[in-house]
């Protein structure tokens, strides 16, 4: 059985996803109908806690895409796959795109680009529950970001490894992986 140390509690999370909602609520206070896209898998759990944190003037769209980098390794596969990607007409809209990790950036940079060219938005941010800036491929900076991570393989509060471990409520290092 593989070891999980915990790195950040469900108590951590909670008090930093509330600070994330805040910020985000102040940024999106004068936008008209914002929209906000969870990527599934990985961005279930933070996506249903962050936007009970998010207050705006209009209420929330929420929708949801499901993209993969990953297969069931702890390796990014190097190509970004589209298993379900039907968002309504959503042309010139305040969006913010829900993500779990941005690891090498091929995701999120695959995703926003796709959202630019096909919706024009009024405006496009990107918030993430952890970045791993030492794992960067491609250029993306998140406008907002939960915790910055080092170069480790994570799992719980919505990330898995091979399909396992997205319950816990909390994150922790995946130790004897191999
Ligand atoms: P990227 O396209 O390389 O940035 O990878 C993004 C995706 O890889 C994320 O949405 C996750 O599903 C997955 N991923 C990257 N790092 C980890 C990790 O440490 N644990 C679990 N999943 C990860
Ligand atoms: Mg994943």
Not at 69 to 78: I, L, Q
Not at 130 to 137: E, G, H, N
Not at 165 to 169: A, G, H, N, T, V
């Given at each position: 059985m593989p070891t999980i140390n915990e790195l950040y509690s469900k108590e951590q999370i909670e008090s930093r996803i509330g600070e994330m909602g805040a910020q985000i609520s102040a940024d999106l206070?004068?936008?008209?109908r914002p929209v906000v896209i969870g990527v599934l898998k990985g961005a279930l759990i933070f996506m249903a806690d962050l936007v009970r944190h998010i207050q705006t003037r209009d209420p929330l769209q929420i929708e949801f895409v499901r993209l993969s980098?990953?297969?069931?390794?702890?390796?990014?596969?190097?190509n970004v796959s589209t298993p379900y990607l039907e968002l309504p007409n959503i042309a010139r809209r305040h969006i913010i795109v829900v993500e779990d990790i941005v690891d090498s950036g091929r995701t999120a940079r695959f995703f926003m680009q796709y959202l630019r060219e096909q919706f024009n938005p009024a405006s496009l941010r990107l918030a993430v529950f952890?970045?791993?800036?030492?794992?960067?491929?491609v250029s993306i900076e998140p406008d907002y970001i939960g915790f910055t991570i080092d170069d480790l393989f994570v799992v719980g509060y919505g990330l898995d490894f091979a399909e396992q471990?997205?319950?816990?409520?909390f994150l922790g290092e995946l130790a004897n992986s191999d």
């Open positions: 206070k004068d936008c008209e980098s990953y297969g069931s390794a702890t390796e990014s596969s190097g952890l970045d791993k800036p030492s794992r960067r491929v471990y997205r319950e816990l409520p």
